[in-house]
Nanobody, 123 residues
C-alpha cells in the first residue's frame, strides 16, 4: 500500500479558501487513482473529489463542483485539493486516499488512507 500524509487544513471564514496537500510514498504513485473524502462529526465519511491515475479525469461531489479543484503531480508524488468559496457545511476532517485502479470514487475501492487534516469554516 501507499503511505499518505495530508497537510494544509486550518480555520477559515466562510467565503475563504484553503489548499490541502497529500504526499504519497512507498509505491508507484502513478498506479493509483487518488481521492479526497471528508467526515464531519456524527456523520459518515463521504466522497469529495477524485482524480484518475494520469490526471486526465476528475470527479466531484455535487455540492463542491465549481468550488473545489483536485489535481496531482506524479513527478512529485503529490495530490492537491484547492477549496474556494468555503461554507460552514464544508467543516470536516479531510482524508486523502489511494485506489490501485485507473479511476475510482467509491469509498470501498480506496485501500490506503492518510491520517486526516481538520478543516473548519466559521460563519
Amino acid at each position: 500500500q501507499v503511505r499518505l500524509v495530508e497537510s494544509g487544513g486550518g480555520l477559515v471564514q466562510a467565503g475563504g479558501s484553503l489548499s490541502l496537500s497529500c504526499a504519497a510514498s512507498g509505491r508507484t504513485f502513478s498506479n493509483y487513482a487518488m481521492g479526497w473524502f471528508r467526515q464531519a462529526p456524527g456523520k459518515e465519511r463521504e466522497f469529495v473529489a477524485a482524480i484518475s491515475w494520469g490526471g486526465s479525469s476528475t470527479f466531484y461531489k455535487d455540492s463542491v463542483k465549481g468550488r473545489f479543484t483536485i489535481s496531482r503531480d506524479n513527478a512529485k508524488n503529490m495530490v492537491y485539493l484547492q477549496m474556494n468559496s468555503l461554507e460552514p457545511e464544508d467543516t470536516a476532517v479531510y482524508y486523502c486516499a489511494a485506489a490501485e485502479s485507473p479511476l475510482a470514487y467509491v469509498l470501498e475501492h480506496f485501500r490506503s488512507w492518510g491520517q486526516g487534516t481538520q478543516v473548519t469554516v466559521s460563519s
